[in-house]
Each structure stands twice: as C-alpha cells, then as structure tokens.
T-cell receptor, first 115, second 113 residues
Framework: GAVVSQHPSWVICKSGTSVKIECRSL??????MFWYRQFPKQSLMLMAT?????????EQGVEKDKFLINHASLTLSTLTVTSAHPEDSSFYIC???????????FGPGTRLTVL | KQEVTQIPAALSVPEGENLVLNCSFT??????LQWFRQDPGKGLTSLLL?????REQTSGRLNASLDKSSGRSTLYIAASQPGDSATYLC????????????FGKGTKLSVIP
C-alpha cells in the first residue's frame, strides 16, 4: 500500500533556530499534502493544505510566515518552522492524498522540542 | 508494532438511523485514541479524543467509547444525516510512550436521504 514517510522522526533545537521537516510519498504521487500538529493531550489540528506547485492554504490562526510550506514536487512537501520557540514544541504529522483517489495516507509524525 | 483496524470499510445507511463504527488496535498501552472525519479533498477534522483514563466521550450526536483491555473503540452516531457522509478514521499511538500515530484505513459512511 501507499507509504508516507517523515524525516526526522524527532528533533530538538534551540530557541530561535529554524527546523525543516520533510514529508515524502514513497510509492505514489501526491497532488495534495496536509500538515497537522498536535499539542499534548489535545487533538490533531490541521495547519495547512499544500498543493503541488502552488501556495499552501493555511488554517485560521496559523502564521504562514512562521510555518513555511514548500510542495515543489509530487512526492515531497516540507514544513519549515522558522525562529522556533518553546511554544512551537509539538507533534507534527503530514498526510498525502493520491492523485486518483481521495484517500489520505499519513506519515508517522515528527516530534519537535524547542529548548 | 501498533495495528489499527476499522470495520466496516464502507457503510451505507438511510437517514435517521443510528450507527456504530468499529476500531480495534493491537497494542493497548495507549494514552489516548482519536476519531477523525475526512471529507474528500480536505484535511482531517478532529471529532473526539479519548484519554486512556476515560471510557467514553460525547460531542453532540457522536459518542466514542474506549475499552483498552479488549483493544477496541467504537464511534456511535445517532440520528444520522446526509451531512454525516464522510470517511471516519481512528488513530492510536504507535506504541507505549510513542507520540507517533497509527491510523486505521477508515470507514466510508454514506447516509442516504
């Protein structure tokens, strides 16, 4: 079946630095990818929808200049957390939607800890 | 390795019926379980989050239960409406102490007017 990978699986960084998280669809082309985050004991929340070759659509309350999303190819989307702060510490997960179906396949997630 | 299974894969019911969606997981050392709704072409919408210390959660016409000992969760939808038509996903932590999620493949619900 379709596989989505994320890298890294976890990352620890210092406050003020930028962190890039990659989401790859390994065996299918993903025209649409979604980015989510989950704070401890809270539900998974959609951050943005990313379509290949166009600008991402951000959900209300998500700062597009802080969370940069690039979907330059049909198999790769990246989320860059710029000038990360401790409050950005969270679990980030991506999903990818196959071109011919509306099924989403989820990556395993990335745990970000900002010190 | 956590495995999450959802049954049935698809379900079609007439409007007004009550229905139950099932989710089972193999690793019961979880700290929570989540139910989501997915509409075609859109991101997930979080429906209910059940902590491991809870047995059920309710939101409107939705009720989710969690039985860790048997590795099962159910999502009960009362008085179904055509607007409930969507794919429903459950997700559990990938293992004891894991923050990664394992998703079921979902149940595609169609509510017929």
């Amino acid at each position: 079946g379709a596989v989505v990978s994320q890298h890294p699986s976890w990352v620890i960084c210092k406050s003020g630095t930028s962190v890039k998280i990659e989401c790859r669809s390994l065996d299918f082309q993903a025209t649409t990818m979604f980015w989510y985050r989950q704070f401890p004991k809270q539900s998974l929340m959609l951050m943005a929808t990313s379509n290949e070759g166009s600008k991402a659509t951000y959900e209300q309350g998500v700062e597009k200049d802080k969370f940069l999303i690039n979907h330059a190819s049909l198999t790769l989307s990246t989320l860059t957390v710029t000038s990360a702060h401790p409050e950005d510490s969270s679990f980030y997960i991506c999903s990818a939607e196959g071109g011919n179906t509306d099924t989403q396949y989820f990556g395993p997630g990335t745990r970000l800890t900002v010190l | 390795k956590q495995e999450v299974t959802q049954i049935p894969a698809a379900l079609s019911v007439p409007e007004g019926e009550n229905l139950v969606l099932n989710c089972s997981f193999t690793d019961s050392a979880i700290y929570n379980l989540q139910w989501f709704r997915q509409d075609p072409g859109k991101g997930l919408t979080s429906l209910l989050l059940i902590q491991s210390s809870q047995r059920e959660q309710t939101s409107g016409r939705l009720n989710a239960s969690l039985d860790k000992s048997s590795g099962r969760s159910t999502l009960y939808i009362a008085a179904s409406q055509p607007g409930d038509s969507a794919t429903y996903l459950c997700a559990a932590p990938s293992g004891a102490g894991s923050y990664q999620l394992t998703f079921g493949k979902g149940t595609k619900l169609s509510v017929i007017p």
